[in-house]
């Protein structure tokens, strides 16, 4: 399911909304910088490359609370998985994904 949750007032990457349409591009944390990074590292890596931030943790979305400025935000919301299952879940969606990003939408929930 993918659900486009209203964008709060009080929150993969590596290209913007309009690349990902043409050619969808995902780095992993590990590949932009330490895998430790504190999430709010992340967060503004996120916002200084337009990168839509794809993540299974709650931290994030309760980052949200905090107000400001966030990026576009993926929750992936399902149990722990095997990664090649997850990815075989998740790529049928990434054209739905881009268009909520596309129509505005900063936080999309996955469940």
């Given at each position: 399911?993918?659900?486009?949750?209203?964008?709060?007032?009080?929150?993969?990457?590596?290209?913007?909304?309009?690349?990902?349409?043409?050619?969808?591009?995902?780095?992993?944390?590990?590949d932009?910088?330490?895998?430790?990074?504190?999430?709010?590292e992340?967060?503004?890596?996120?916002?200084?490359?337009?990168?839509?931030?794809?993540?299974?943790?709650?931290?994030?979305?309760?980052?949200?609370?905090?107000?400001?400025?966030?990026?576009?935000?993926?929750?992936?919301?399902?149990?722990?998985?095997?990664?090649?299952a997850?990815?075989?879940?998740?790529?049928?969606l990434?054209?739905?994904?881009?268009?909520?990003?596309?129509?505005?939408?900063?936080?999309?929930?996955?469940?």
């Amino acid at each position: 399911m993918v659900r486009a949750l209203p964008r709060p007032r009080a929150i993969a990457s590596g290209a913007g909304p309009d690349a990902l349409r043409s050619r969808p591009v995902a780095e992993h944390v590990t590949d932009i910088g330490p895998g430790g990074a504190p999430d709010r590292e992340l967060w503004r890596y996120a916002l200084d490359h337009d990168a839509v931030l794809v993540t299974k943790g709650e931290d994030f979305s309760n980052m949200l609370l905090l107000g400001g400025t966030f990026p576009a935000m993926v929750w992936v919301r399902v149990g722990n998985t095997r990664r090649r299952a997850l990815l075989e879940w998740f790529e049928p969606l990434i054209d739905s994904i881009v268009e909520l990003v596309d129509a505005g939408n900063r936080l999309i929930e996955l469940r």
